[in-house]
C-alpha cells in the first residue's frame, strides 16, 4: 500500500507561487499515475492536474492550465506541483493520489491519497 505525504503548502498573497511536494513511501511509485485535487470549504473534490508514470504525459483542468505544472522525479519517489500566479479562488485544501488505472481524472479512479495540505490565497 503506498502513503502520500504532501508538504509546501502555506498561506501566499494573490500572484505569488508556492510548490507542493508529495513523497511516495514505495520504490514501485513509476508504476503509478499521480494526480492533484484539491477540495475549497463547502465544495465538492475537483481535479487538478495528473501525470503519467514516466512523466511524457501530463494534464491541467482548465482552471489552472497555464498556472500550474505537474512534474514528478521517480528517483525520489516524489511528484511536485509547481502553481505561479495564484489567485484566491485557489484556496483549498490539496491532495495528492496514485492511480493504477491509466491516466484518470476522477477522483473516484485513485487508489491512494495523501492527506493534504493547506494552500490559502490572500487578495
Known amino acids: 500500500q503506498v502513503q502520500l505525504v504532501e508538504s509546501g503548502g502555506g498561506l501566499v498573497q494573490a500572484g505569488g507561487s508556492l510548490r507542493l511536494s508529495c513523497a511516495a513511501s514505495?520504490?514501485?511509485?513509476?508504476?503509478?499515475?499521480m494526480g492533484w485535487f484539491r477540495q475549497a470549504p463547502g465544495k465538492e473534490r475537483e481535479f487538478v492536474a495528473a501525470?503519467?508514470?514516466?512523466?511524457?504525459?501530463?494534464y491541467n483542468a482548465h482552471s489552472v492550465k497555464g498556472r500550474f505544472t505537474i512534474s514528478r522525479d521517480n528517483a525520489k519517489n516524489t511528484v511536485y506541483l509547481q502553481m505561479n500566479s495564484l489567485k484566491s479562488e485557489d484556496t483549498a485544501v490539496y491532495y495528492c493520489?496514485?492511480?493504477?488505472?491509466?491516466?484518470?481524472?476522477?477522483?473516484?479512479?485513485?487508489?491512494?491519497w495523501g492527506q493534504g495540505t493547506q494552500v490559502t490565497v490572500s487578495s
Open positions: 493520489a496514485a492511480s493504477t488505472q491509466g491516466f484518470p481524472t476522477g477522483s473516484n479512479e485513485y487508489d491512494y
Open positions: 514505495e520504490s514501485t511509485f513509476s508504476r503509478y499515475t
Open positions: 501525470i503519467s508514470w514516466s512523466g511524457s504525459n501530463a
